[in-house]
């Protein structure tokens, strides 16, 4: 018989404000829902609120029925009983939420339930075959290891081991895969699909990311505002009648069809043969092996590899940041005025300090100047990135993500860069915030002739930004090749993973 | 906003107990009832009564008096030696930040050395080659102290240096002034003005110790650690020689404490959670 996980008028509310209002659902057993909404529409809260895990300030109200079962009635001690084995969760961050002090087997007998002296070796065999179902070989080896000795996507992998160890009914995933690369995400995303009908279990999956659901969830829900907004089958969610939201989101899921775009012949930026070695040992693995690579006048190249392939320590060469260990960047093409280069980092609330007034902050690109000057090129660059000058006067804590973001790259453009290296700028963005800092990076590509380096993890942001791509792999440039050509006929085989993983979801945007 | 830090910091209990402190003092020599110096054998070791509302010591002179005028000598040599050290800290711990380099390492190892020996050994040093004094207090106390408050600083700034958002400002541009201004001194002032609180205190009643010993003010000339000593051969008879300057110190040295701990809570606890983030609203 299917089960149901149903919530009722669910509503969460800190003091007066209502953060989700009457939030009303079933999840059944067999099927996949993806709840879609951007960062701060409250759909983290509605798993928080089913599973009885609100912060202690914010009050919830209505009702959440498992199997008839009111869960919002029950005490902690009851819920113990189904929070991991009869729900279980995933997380963003499985690193974070994982004990660091504890092996993957610890955990995953915790999870079973099987406490006490004699009972893990009873249970060896359960915990191999789990971490076998979830594609970790060798289980025997993997299993005594700690969270951190794990790679991200290894993490995950061992995360889903865990939420599935109980054999649980429901599954909550909230953002599992949006830490992950575009290659790891496919995998996890299939993974967690054919588990989720393997083993008839209901899951409900939430994201910011349309992209990434679309060929997996059976069904979607649309949070914004804190309300339910839209909800359908997920083939017709690209259908143009649907709610404005809905359109919002997808939107920042297509990708865009673009002319090739006109660039100068000369080089602004090159890297000869540089590489870096941040060990003194010459035998140490290089960070970058030597690179040569030139960047033209108005072009967008996408740098694009997984974490520790050297993408960023290729971007922090090109900024100036450090020097190569051998090789050399060549900045001065126009006689002897070096190329200015401006870097936008990932993260929006670090590269402001939280002490000051944006407006402090941004006075550092202009100190030197005349107060009036300074008042007038900061009005002006405010002006470029499409930002209200009030801005100015509030602290970093205060704005958005994305807001924070914009003002980052007018800082950086109070410099009059002539490069603008983007090391996954937009990565901690939701997909709407961040499609909206790519159009303003090609907009000012277009009007100032900016030259773009966009590094990312997310071959989608690659796609929709870059006029040439580079793929770097374990330390080493591996392909460059322009865009299109790149998608048609990419010769490493990293780069042909890449274009696979986009391939599933450019497929099923065509087929809809 | 500093003017609304600054009066939750001063409209305090400890602020104003504090500033009667000083005042009360600085007025010694126009309020107290007595010469504080001024002997009368015939009225020696009294409790308090009206004509002596504190008592008198072994030599009849009058406790109320010489508790007073005692706070002049070492309120001032503990606020000159804080002071001293609050500056010369701060711009040795700066210095080291920003330099790196052997200038660190040679300020580490110093500042080790320093932190190994107890203050009051080295004070002692310095007391016995120079001789007892004003000045010599100063020095004695100042050239120890300084260290804590260069640690605090030199770590502080060291981490604010590193910091993502101070590696954005340097990249656009950025001077070592503009960063040291609007970056490290507002980050470092907090605690290090905390500390300077707790430190005056700590300095307070060391400098008490180095009179009690015999080694601090010569006199005629007393303070409240001078006091202590002359009063403690008499503690059974006339146990009021005692109590006042102890409770002169201690109430000093407390509501310093308490003032720094009130600082750290002003400048550190709410600044932090103002900037926490926000949940996005629009992009």
């Known amino acids: 018989m299917a089960k149901e996980l149903e919530f009722i008028d669910l509503s969460v509310s800190s003091g007066q404000k209502l953060l989700l209002s009457k939030a009303r659902g079933t999840l059944r057993s067999g099927e996949l829902v993806a709840v ?97 179902e979830v594609g970790l070989f060798p289980a025997a080896q993997i299993a005594g290891k700690r969270p951190d000795q794990l790679s991200g996507g290894m993490a995950q992998r061992a995360m889903l081991a865990i939420a599935l160890a109980a054999d649980p009914e429901f599954i909550l995933a909230d953002e599992p895969t949006s830490s992950l690369d575009s290659i790891l995400k496919a995998e996890v995303l299939q993974l967690l699909r054919r588990k989720q009908q393997e083993r008839g279990v209901g899951v409900l999956f939430i994201t910011h990311d349309i992209a990434s659901i679309q060929h997996i969830a059976d069904r979607v829900v649309v949070v914004s505002d804190g309300q339910i907004v839209d909800q359908c089958p997920t083939a017709q969610i690209f259908s143009k009648d649907r709610h404005a939201k809905t359109r919002e989101l997808v939107d920042a899921a297509l990708p865009a069809l673009r002319e090739p775009r006109t660039r100068s012949s000369g080089c602004l930026l090159e890297a000869v043969e540089a590489s870096k070695n941040y060990t003194r040992r010459a035998r140490g693995q290089a960070a970058l092996k030597p690179t040569s690579l030139c960047l033209h006048g108005g072009q967008v190249l996408g740098v694009v590899g997984r974490s520790g392939s050297g993408k960023s320590t ?67 660059a405010m002006t470029q990135v499409g930002l209200p000058e009030e801005l100015l006067e509030r602290r970093p804590g205060q704005c958005s993500g994305g807001q924070l973001q914009r003002l980052a790259i007018a800082r950086a453009l109070l410099t009059n860069p002539q490069v603008l290296i983007c090391d996954e700028s937009t990565s901690a963005l939701d997909s709407v915030a961040q499609r909206h800092i790519l159009d303003l990076l090609l907009e000012l590509r277009d009007r100032m002739g900016l030259s773009l380096v966009v590094i990312s993890h997310d071959m989608d942001v690659i796609r929709y930004a870059s006029d040439d791509v580079a793929v770097f792999y374990e330390g080493e440039l591996v392909e460059h090749r322009p865009l299109n050509d790149f998608l048609a006929h990419a010769e490493h085989q990293h780069s042909k993973d890449l274009v696979a993983a986009l391939d599933i979801t450019a497929a099923a945007t065509a087929a809809s | 906003m500093a003017k609304k830090t600054a009066s939750r910091i001063l409209l305090s209990a400890p602020a104003f107990i504090l500033l009667a402190v000083v005042i009360v003092t600085i007025a010694a020599p126009l309020i107290s009832p007595y010469d504080p110096d001024a002997q009368s054998l015939a009225d020696r070791l009294q409790g308090p009564n009206l004509v002596h509302l504190l008592g008198t010591d072994a ?20 606020l000159i030696t804080t002071l001293f050290s609050l500056l010369v800290g701060t711009i040795l711990g700066l210095l080291s ?50 260290t804590p408050t260069a640690r605090l600083v030199r770590s502080m700034a060291a981490q604010v240096l590193s910091t993502h958002h101070v590696e954005a400002s340097k990249h ?80 000093v040295s407390f509501c310093v404490t308490l003032l720094g701990n009130r600082i750290t809570h002003v400048l550190g606890g709410d600044d932090v959670l103002d900037s926490e983030p926000k949940a996005e609203i629009h992009g």
Request: charged content about 15%.
């Open chain 1, 36 to 132: 879609v909404g951007r960062s701060g529409s409250g759909k983290t809260l509605l798993t928080k609120a089913i599973m009885g895990l609100l912060p202690e300030q914010l009050q919830a109200e209505g009702q959440v029925l498992l199997d008839g079962q009111r869960l919002d009635q029950l005490g902690d001690k009851a819920m113990d009983q189904v929070r991991g084995r009869r729900i279980s969760m995933l997380f963003q961050q499985p690193k974070r939420v994982m004990n660091q002090r504890m092996t993957i087997r610890a955990h995953l007998l915790e999870a079973m339930g099987a406490h006490g002296w004699g009972k893990a070796r009873q249970h060896e065999h359960q915990v191999l075959a789990l971490l076998e």
């Open chain 1, 314 to 380: 290729f971007a922090r060469l090109l900024a100036g940041l450090e020097q190569p260990t051998t090789g050399h960047i060549i900045t001065k093409h126009n006689g002897d005025v070096a190329t200015r280069v401006q870097v936008i980092a990932q993260e929006p609330y670090s590269s402001f300090d939280p002490r000051l007034a944006i407006r402090t902050s941004m006075s550092a690109a202009v100190h030197r100047l005349p107060v009036e000057q300074a008042r007038e090129r900061m009005t002006q």
């Open chain 2, 59 to 78: 030599l009849g002179r009058d406790t109320l008096s010489r508790v007073l005028h005692g706070g002049q000598f070492s309120l001032s040599v503990a």
């Open chain 2, 97 to 146: 930040a920003l330099r790196g380099g052997w200038l660190d390492e040679i300020f580490l190892r110093v500042n080790d050395l320093l932190l190994a020996l107890p203050e009051i050994v080295i004070a002692l040093l310095i007391i016995a080659v120079m001789g007892p004094g004003f000045f010599t207090m100063v020095l004695s106390v100042g050239v120890v102290a300084w």
């Open chain 2, 172 to 251: 656009v541009g950025a001077s070592r002034w503009f960063i040291l201004r609007h970056h490290v001194l507002p980050f470092v002032a907090g605690p290090v003005l905390a500390q300077a609180a707790l430190r005056f205190g700590l300095l307070l009643v060391l400098l008490g110790s180095l009179s009690y010993l015999g080694i601090g003010v010569q006199p005629p000339q007393s303070d409240w650690g001078s006091m202590l000593a002359e009063a403690q051969p008499h503690a059974i008879r006339s146990p009021w020689g005692l109590i006042a300057p102890g409770a002169a110190i201690f109430l």
